[in-house]
């Protein structure tokens, strides 16, 4: 029995195993069958899309030159705007010419030479007559640095910006030694301001532009040796030594920095070279060298003064401009003749140059091996400029009986010595300075203090100690072991990378771009051919608010950004102190080009995936925007400089994809993308917007680099 049991358990097994083992065989058959059928699938939907986009890639190759020549139409709004702003400039300088209003040119050399030898040869100073020229000196110096930052460099020469750059300088130390001057002169009449208190004297007057604290020891008491100007809260703690002394305290501080070197004073937007086309650069060489010969050829003419010629030229140019300055340009109109003799004036947008990721240190960048030596390319001053001097006492005014009398010396306004020149080895006290921040900046971050070293014309930390920053109050005190120039300097790259950033359009003509950063948030209005500060946001409250509700120019905004200490402008060597994402110069620039091209109707913004899509491609959410509200519906798309995509992907996907939406195609350049799916109302405001608008919003998103600073 247990014996045919066995068999039959052996046998049953054997069944199992057989059966087991065809369904393992018909599984794997089927498992196989399910692959290759998935394969051929896959290879055909594979074929299907490849087709599709070989269909779509030829198109775009059939209608490319079609599209490059509207586009080239477009961008022939850039070159109207650079025409209008040689005009304008020349209408400007011709209407000062015929104003003849007392004021110099101060791109003439012998009217601004005349200028300051007069003034250099005026005795008065009167502190308010002082100011009050200084004021005008400073407008003159505002002009020069604004043509060395707006003027292309096809329309002033290496000769021209030296004598500019220099002039400058010259009006920089007159200015300064008028202050001087004053100063000289206010400690002679020290009675006039003379502390009831304390006997001693202590003066503040100040405008818009510079404020002087002044205060001098006639008591020469130990227990006045400190003092808070009550006006402007800066304040100082003197050693004993000092505060016996026949010694005065000045703190001048100039709302401007005339103290850095000029080449941070003047620094425009880099202008490097696109290095990616060499056709575009072979351009760029025919068209500088065609202006030079007619300029020759103008120069050989006779019978006519430089100057007469020089004036003849702008009035012509004044004239033109005069007459067309409130005339809209069609430039579907413009016939051949004129659009060639545009292009030898100028470089075609394309052309127009951008700083490009520099790999490696140049040649002339000087490394910085000293600690204690401030990187101007790191740090710049926020605030202006505070300069702290301990001073000889001049001879006071006696009066003996009605007759005023003081002793006139040449030597002018003497430092006076601390520490003492002939006990250098010994130690002596520190002087402690206290610092109230200007309202008219914001320091997100502790400052940085430093001191000007007039030998090595650099920015120093050393030889400042005790630093003590009081949020709430403003301000700051430290100790210092002589009397220094002292600016206090913010991070430069403090507001990048920027978190977001939005351009929608608000009006005809009319854009606002929003920069949002770690700190703040920067609102730029732009209206035709100027911007406004719209609003500074820092922690939900409005800063800045002496900066709002003022059109300015590009440049001008930019400067006044940064002085105020909200820089969201990259530098020449912003990419070694922030992380920048890379891409192509040739792609960035493009991408800014015809995105204000079409900005009057489309709104742009910020979007992840642009970290994702390579160096070569620049992604940006976009929507047509023709109301004055809040953008809703965006849509991704790509960009390269040669090519255009609408993507699948919205910005809540979860990964990254180049798939073009469904029943989208490519295009040559961005404008024609957005008319596949743009109102004929969009692509009307679109072609009739002004290029002054394009111009200015051009500018803007060149100088803030969003693309690869956010």
């Known amino acids: 029995k247990s014996s045919g049991k066995e068999k039959v358990n052996k046998a049953e097994k054997l069944r199992l195993q057989k059966e087991e083992e065809e369904r393992r065989l018909k599984e794997e058959e089927e498992a196989r069958l399910q692959a290759d059928q998935e394969a051929a699938e896959r290879l055909e939907k594979e074929r299907i899309e490849r087709e599709h986009m070989e269909k779509l890639e030829a198109k775009d190759q059939e209608r490319r030159e079609f599209e490059l020549a509207e586009l080239h139409s477009l961008e022939e709004k850039f070159v109207s705007a650079q025409l209008w702003k040689t005009e304008y400039r020349a209408y400007a300088k011709w209407e000062h010419y015929i ?14 030479n005349t200028f300051m030898s007069l003034w250099r040869e005026d005795q008065n100073k009167d502190i308010q007559l002082v100011l009050e020229k200084g004021e005008q000196v400073l407008n003159l110096i505002e002009k020069l640095q604004f043509l060395l930052l707006d003027t292309p460099p096809s329309e002033i020469t290496e000769k021209e910006t030296v004598q500019f750059q220099e002039t400058i300088l010259e009006l920089q130390n007159l200015l300064h030694q008028k202050y001087n001057e004053a100063t000289e002169h206010l400690l002679k009449v020290t009675s006039m301001y003379e502390d009831s208190d304390t006997g001693n004297m202590q003066a503040v007057i100040k405008d818009k532009n510079v404020t002087f604290c002044i205060w001098a020891n006639l008591k020469k008491k130990v227990r006045f040796k400190n003092h808070v100007f009550c006006d402007t809260h800066h304040g100082f703690d003197l050693p004993k030594s000092l505060a016996v002394s026949s010694v005065a305290v000045r703190i001048l501080h100039t709302h ?70 409130n005339s809209r340009v069609d430039i579907n109109e413009k016939t051949e003749e004129e659009t060639e003799k545009k292009s030898e004036i100028l470089d075609i947008p394309s052309q127009v140059q951008i700083p490009v990721i520099q790999e490696t240190t140049s040649e002339t960048e000087e490394e910085i091996t000293d600690e204690n030596i401030v990187d101007l390319r790191q740090f710049v001053p926020v605030g202006g400029v505070y300069h ?99 600016a206090l300097l913010q991070d430069v790259h403090l507001n990048m990378p920027y978190q977001a950033w939005e351009l929608r359009p608000t009006g005809i003509d009319e854009a606002l771009l929003t920069v949002t950063t770690v700190f703040a948030e920067v609102r730029i209005q732009i209206k035709g051919n100027q911007c406004m500060l719209s609003a500074v946001t820092v922690e939900e409250n409005d800063v800045l608010s002496h900066l709002t509700g003022e059109w300015l120019s590009p440049v001008t905004l930019r400067r006044v950004l940064k002085k105020a200490g909200v820089n969201i402008f990259p530098g020449e060597y912003s990419y070694k102190y922030v992380c920048v994402n890379k891409k192509a110069p040739l792609t960035e620039v493009r991408a800014y080009q015809q995105m204000a091209l079409v900005a009057s109707a489309f709104a742009f913004g910020w979007s992840k995936w642009n970290l994702e899509s390579g160096q070569d491609q620049v992604v940006f959410k976009v929507s047509e925007h023709l109301e004055a509200d809040f953008v809703k519906d965006w849509s991704l798309y790509m960009f390269n400089g040669q090519r255009a995509q609408k993507l699948k992907i919205t910005e809540t996907s979860e990964a990254f994809s180049k798939e073009l939406e469904e029943d989208s195609e490519f295009h040559s350049t961005l404008y024609h993308m957005l008319k596949d799916f743009a109102s004929k109302e969009a692509i009307d405001k679109v072609n009739t917007a002004s290029f002054l608008f394009i111009d200015v919003v051009y500018q803007l998103l060149l100088a803030t680099r969003v693309l690869t600073h956010s």
Request: some cysteine.
């Open 256 to 325: 401007y920095d005339h103290v850095s070197p000029l080449w941070l004073q003047c620094e425009s937007v880099p202008k490097l070279e696109v290095l990616d086309s060499k056709e575009l650069t072979q351009h760029s060489n025919d068209n500088v060298e065609e202006p030079e010969e007619e300029g020759e050829k103008d120069r050989e003419e006779p019978n006519m003064p430089a100057e007469e010629e020089t004036y003849s030229d702008e009035r012509r140019s004044a004239i033109s401009f005069k007459q067309n300055r």
């Open 388 to 486: 702290i001097d301990a001073l000889q006492l001049p001879p006071q005014v006696k009066q003996v009986k009605n007759w005023s009398m003081v002793e006139l010396r040449d030597v002018g306004l003497e430092a006076y010595p601390y520490p003492p020149e002939e006990s250098e080895d010994a130690t002596h006290p520190a002087v402690q300075i206290t610092l109230r921040l200007p309202d008219n900046a914001i320091y997100c971050k502790e400052p940085v203090i430093a001191r000007w070293d007039p030998s090595g014309q650099q920015w120093r930390t050393d030889g400042i100690s005790n630093v003590t920053y009081e949020t709430q109050e403003k301000s700051i005190t430290f100790e210092m072991g002589a009397f220094y120039t002292i």
């Open 99 to 112: 104003a003849c209003d007392g004021s110099p040119d101060p791109t003439i050399l012998r009217e601004i």
